[in-house]
């Protein structure tokens, strides 16, 4: 008597990305699910005289399988946008002059504390929707444009609604120390007392944080105040990531290793000196070439360094409205091999297994393997190299979550 699956995928040949120096590819592959879980991967499928029972069966036509992708860092919930503020960057204002003539993060806090729920969820949605049609089957999203109680909550309740209501696993991540708040002026330790003594602990009740972060720069928030933040978050029970050194120094990463954070992001100053702090602490690097690029930096992150130490690396879109305004992960992977000189596998486990690790899902996904969540996408290539390669053209063809079609360019299903 033959097995029975709900789904199987067949005719397909799959970067499993299980391996860490190849993408573990199978060729000629069918892939058996049940439940939305990976039961069984027989190799050379076509080959072989084998009888699969299923209720549904997608013939892949010979397409390309990879995890579902993963971003890993965004900032996808907020109202308005700065293009006035790029017009204003190619005029010559750097990023931190146009941050202390009250723009920046401060102009978006405005236009989100302006923006009903109702239509932060739409734009939100909207946005998330070019990613899903990339193949992201699972996105990190931070609060961090309220800087009050009131907006904090709404944002992230927007984030809890996008995952209600889309067919992707959402992380929230509480970023209360972005910036500091107008209303705040000169009084950052005031402003801490508030991120740390009444919003982290309201929120954390309502179970809106999966995570808290902040922003360790000289127009953030010094070591001081983000060690603050830390600490009231492990408190809590709460895991931490770190915005750190994207513009200067602080040593942010080190601070950051010392509670285990699950990720540093940006990193281009990031000292070769800290890296061995990451290893130690199961860090995850997350690279984030859409902002270096738009900024127009030239500090590259440390990538030898990173590489020699054997540091997970992810890569993420960063989407926000002011320095990385990207909904495109697939551009970011063309960034990350042409700016940053990481190989095309590198790459790739950059928005699969390495952005499951910095999000602490990789337990379930990231990879493709037996018994792992069915999160995959089938896409129209030749090789995995060539998801990196274009410049642009979507080839994705399907997405699958949980053994379920979320979306799919045409029906090959009986």
């Not at 285990?260 to 990451?278: C, G, K, M, R, T």
């Amino acid at each position: 008597m033959s097995d029975f699956y709900q789904l199987v995928i067949h005719n397909v040949e799959v970067a499993t990305m299980a391996n860490d120096n190849d993408y573990g590819v199978i060729n000629d592959a069918a892939i058996c699910i049940n439940n939305g879980i990976i039961q069984k991967i027989i190799a050379n499928a076509n080959s072989q005289d084998i009888e699969i029972e299923t209720e549904n069966s997608i013939d892949g036509d010979g397409r390309w399988v990879t995890p579902g992708l993963i971003d890993c860092h965004t900032h996808l919930v907020y109202g308005g946008n700065r293009a006035n503020e790029f017009e204003m960057r190619l005029e010559g204002a750097s990023y931190e002059e146009i941050a202390k003539a009250g723009g920046g993060i401060i102009s978006t806090v405005s236009a989100t504390r302006n923006t009903s729920k109702d239509e932060l969820f739409k734009a939100s949605a909207k946005r998330l929707s070019y990613l899903i049609d990339e193949g992201v089957t699972s996105i990190e999203i931070k609060s961090g444009y309220g800087l009050d109680l009131k907006t904090e909550q709404k944002m992230l309740e927007v984030a809890h609604e996008l995952e209600t209501y889309s067919p992707i696993e959402i992380s929230k991540t509480f970023l209360g120390a972005h910036a500091l708040p107008l209303e705040y002026k000169d009084r950052a330790e005031e402003y801490i007392d508030l991120v740390c003594e009444e919003m982290m602990p309201q929120l954390h009740q309502q179970g809106l944080i999966d995570c808290v972060d902040a922003f360790c720069e000289n127009i953030g928030f010094d070591l001081k105040q983000t060690r603050r933040v830390f600490e009231k978050a492990k408190s809590l029970g709460l895991p931490v990531k770190l915005h750190a050194e994207q513009l200067s120094n602080l040593d942010g990463s080190k601070l950051a290793c010392e509670y285990q954070a699950w990720s540093v992001d940006h990193l281009e100053f990031l000292p070769e000196e800290n890296i061995p702090y990451l290893k130690q602490s199961g860090t995850v690097a997350t690279l984030l070439p859409g902002a270096f690029y738009f900024l127009g930096e030239t500090k590259l992150p440390p990538i030898s360094a990173l590489r020699e130490h054997k540091i997970p690396m992810a890569i993420a879109t960063d989407s926000n409205p002011g320095s990385s305004p990207c909904l495109s992960i697939l551009l970011m992977l063309n960034m990350a091999t042409t700016l940053f000189k990481l190989t095309p596998l590198e790459a790739l486990q950059g928005v699969t297994k390495h952005a499951a690790k910095a999000l602490r899902i990789d337990s379930k996904v990231g990879c493709i393997k037996e018994g792992m969540q069915a999160d995959m996408v089938l896409w129209d290539i030749e090789s995995p190299a060539e998801l990196s390669y274009r410049i642009a053209g979507n080839p994705c063809h399907t997405v699958i979550k949980k053994g379920e079609v979320i979306l799919s360019k045409n029906s090959h299903s009986n």
